[in-house]
């Protein structure tokens, strides 16, 4: 298996230990916030990557994601919660295998939360060879989005998939990829933090993760 970086950690994703009965309250608050948000390029919507936050804006988190604050205050992820990336898939538009590289602050792993039309849609990984290419002129956002890099989808091999209708922990310097089996338009929120809750071998903090269905 291909890894970015020497820190990528060797598991591809776990179901992540958020309270699901305030879950449908903290997806709310995140959409409302990618609404507020978004910029003008990204209407018409198509593939996109949109980073809010920082360890110098968590005011910013607190203020329009209060009950999602108190969830990373629970499992003591505050101090490492870095930001919010919003990524919105158009399903017309292929999104290529791809690691999130450009992140040289160590981030390997991002909290994903489902949005809007997530049913029906995939985080796949998979093993091959990176290329120095850029992603399409099509996924537009920030700056660092253009950075990420890409394989050839024709010559690489699935390893892995999770479902991304529920919250997974996924890691992100393995290549992967969105995969949609609808013609609806969907969003999830990325959450990123920095240090990485991860011991020193690469492994989640055990509390992190969900341990039944």
Known sequence: MYKFKETT???????????????????????????KTKKDTLVPYTSTFVEIGG???????????PLLMAE????????????V?????DAAKEFPPHVDGWL?????????????????????WYDGKIQDKKLPTYVIGSEIAQS??????R???????????IPHWINVNVLHRPETHHDKFRVAASIRFSPDPVDTGGELWPHLIRQTD
């Open 9 to 35: 950690p060797d598991w591809l994703c776990y179901k992540a230990n958020l309270d699901f009965t305030a879950l449908p309250a903290i997806q709310k608050e995140l959409l409302k916030l990618f609404l």
């Open 55 to 65: 360890h110098a804006e968590l005011g910013v988190m607190h203020d329009n994601c």
């Open 72 to 83: 990373m205050n629970r499992l003591n992820l505050v101090e490492n919660f870095l930001s």
């Open 85 to 89: 990336a919003f990524i919105s898939v």
């Open 104 to 124: 040289d602050d160590g981030v390997d792993i991002a909290l994903n939360i489902p949005l809007i039309g997530c049913e029906g849609t995939y985080t796949v």
């Open 148 to 153: 990420a890099r890409i394989a050839d989808p």
């Open 155 to 165: 010559t690489v091999t699935e390893i892995g998939r999770c479902n991304s209708d």
